[in-house]
């Protein structure tokens, strides 16, 4: 008695759990059409759209084409030609099986083993395999250093795939240019060093992947996964994207129109500055908020040109003429840095140029002590690390430079820009000049997490040379526009106090001015006053 409809038919309530569980990644109304007209086709609908890929690693192409056969055949049982309730819930548990949230080392291990799969069906190398008996997907074996840069390269073009796609019978047989896959070495090189597989010395830089494939040193898989946690834990989702991208694109209307493609050719000029694709999908992974799809975005298509607040090399060196680019800007930014060691350093190998990066998440204002809410460090070349909030003090940012009205100071504080630590003892402290920067081990900070930003950096302060700064806008064109508002209010302000009405001055002749001008142009003359 009183005994709900889901006691007496579980079959429709585990449906009804199912269909909850997949609503939350996509609707239910676009699954079903996909489940009604493409479940008897699904490693068609699931595999990699047409591309060419320029310089590809080995089998890459082969690889991209088993992704569809290996995702449909692992995740999604064959189903009968009728659309029947027991073909429509398996096919649920196929798209949770892949899509739904899940503990972080799930997704990984679900991606690993289709790694795997799609490499024995390709016929390329792969020292992981997968334990089809355990219901943890559990993956065991070795990933050496070509087959890690295969797998990043991987899950970037099925990031690339949801955001190049054009819909079905639009236009798929035309000739497209071969698109550029991003330098992931840096990357390859992280996991290496964190497994202990490279060390952290002066053998970084200068480090090849093809090179290294000689020396027989790989990453284990659950290394490679501590790794992905700590430091990447977006590349668990590529996966996941990747399916619900192929449901949405089989779906797309044609009337409304092809979306823009958003391949890129050899000739890529997003390069040419700090913030290439590579450096900008690492990034994309590594933070954990909104950002995330901003850097995504960039690494597919380039950063907009018009986020570029500030370029030493195109604005002008100096603390003032940064502060005349980033002024009124009040959304996060993006702050990279290339430099050199100085020859004959203790501690740092000399003449070894390398990159650090800061993300904030609030704009620049000139102060005399440090703020901020949250922010970021990293190390982007030549390995990449990220290095989050340590949750201990709130030094996230410095920015402090002379204003027009100068007052005297017992103890001035030192001018430059500044990330973490203290005052005096700054973890990245960049002068006024914008000429040299001071690196200091993370003992002085507590603010950010420890871990170093130069290989083998050392506990001595490393005082570098900069080749160049670079600050990104990451606020959007409501951001922006509200910087350029503000421009011009403080250049119309500017103007007003350079302008000098000559109408609130006397007579020159009758002025005390004059008379002093008079006395020292010729101190012997008389000079009367007339009463």
């Known amino acids: 008695m009183g005994a709900s ?47 060419t890929f320029h310089s590809p690693p080995d089998h890459f192409h082969d690889l991209l084409a088993a992704l569809g056969p290996t995702i449909a055949s692992l995740f999604f049982s064959p189903t009968a030609s009728t659309s029947s309730s027991e073909d429509w819930l398996g096919f649920l548990k196929g798209f949770n099986a892949c899509c739904a949230r899940a503990r972080a080392s799930l997704p990984l291990a679900h991606l690993l083993r289709v ?65 550029l896959l991003p330098d992931v070495s840096s990357l390859v090189l992280s996991a290496l060093v964190s497994a202990g597989a490279v060390a952290d010395d002066a053998a970084v830089w200068g480090w090849d992947v093809s090179a290294a494939a000689a020396d027989g040193k790989g ?42 493609s958003a391949g890129n050719t050899t000739s890529d000029a997003s ?72 020859a004959g350093g203790e501690n740092v190998d000399a003449d070894q140029r390398w990159g650090i990066g800061v993300l904030t998440e609030q704009g620049f204002e000139n102060k005399d002590t440090f703020y901020g809410s949250s922010g970021f460090l990293c190390a982007t070349y030549p390995i990449f690390r990220i290095l989050l909030p340590s949750g201990t003090e709130k030094n996230i940012m410095y920015c402090h430079l002379h204003t027009q009205l100068k007052t005297y100071e017992a103890k001035p504080k030192p001018l430059g820009l500044a990330f973490g630590g203290s005052i005096g003892n700054e973890r990245i402290f960049i002068d006024e000049d914008f000429s040299k920067v001071t690196v200091r081990h993370h003992a002085v900070d507590k603010t950010y997490q420890h871990g170093s930003l130069i290989p083998n950096q050392g506990y001595l302060p490393v005082v570098a040379s900069i080749l160049d700064v670079e600050v990104w806008g990451l606020g959007g064109q409501t951001t922006k526009h509200q910087q ?14 350079r302008k000098i009405d000559l109408a609130a001055f006397g007579n020159w002749e009758d002025s005390p001015e004059k008379m002093m001008m008079d006395m020292v142009s010729d101190p012997n003359r008389n000079q009367r006053e007339e009463r």
């Open 219 to 260: 990453v284990s898989a659950q290394e490679f996964t501590s790794w992905v946690i700590s430091t990447v834990p977006g590349l668990g989702s590529c996966l996941s994207r990747y399916v619900q991208d192929r449901f949405r694109s089989c779906q797309a209307d044609p009337v409304k129109g092809i979306s823009v």
């Open 5 to 51: 409809s889901s006691t007496d038919n579980p079959a429709a309530a585990e449906a009804r759990e199912q269909e909850s569980l997949a609503a939350a990644s996509l609707p239910l109304p676009l699954l079903r059409a996909v489940f009604s007209s493409h479940s008897s086709d699904l490693p068609s609908t699931l595999s990699f759209p047409p591309a």
């Open 271 to 342: 390069d040419v500055y700090l913030l290439t694709r590579g450096r900008a999908w690492a990034i994309s992974l590594s933070v954990r908020n909104a950002l995330s799809e901003k850097f995504l975005s960039a690494s597919v298509i380039g950063m907009d040109t018009e986020d570029l607040l500030y370029r030493s090399s195109a604005h002008g060196r100096g603390l003032s003429r940064f502060w005349s680019c980033v002024e009124g800007y009040k959304g996060p930014a993006l702050i990279l840095l290339s430099a050199f060691s100085n």
């Open 484 to 497: 350029d508002v503000y421009k011009k209010r403080e250049d119309i302000f500017s103007g007003q106090r």
């Open 115 to 179: 790694y795997a799969a799609a490499c024995a069906a390709a016929g390329a190398p792969c020292g992981v395999r997968f334990q089809p008996d355990d219901d943890d997907g559990k993956v065991v074996g070795e990933l050496a250093p070509a087959e890690i840069a295969a797998l990043l390269s991987m899950c970037w073009a099925m990031a690339w795939s949801g955001s190049a796609t054009t819909p079905r019978g639009a236009d798929e047989g035309a000739e497209k240019e071969p698109v």
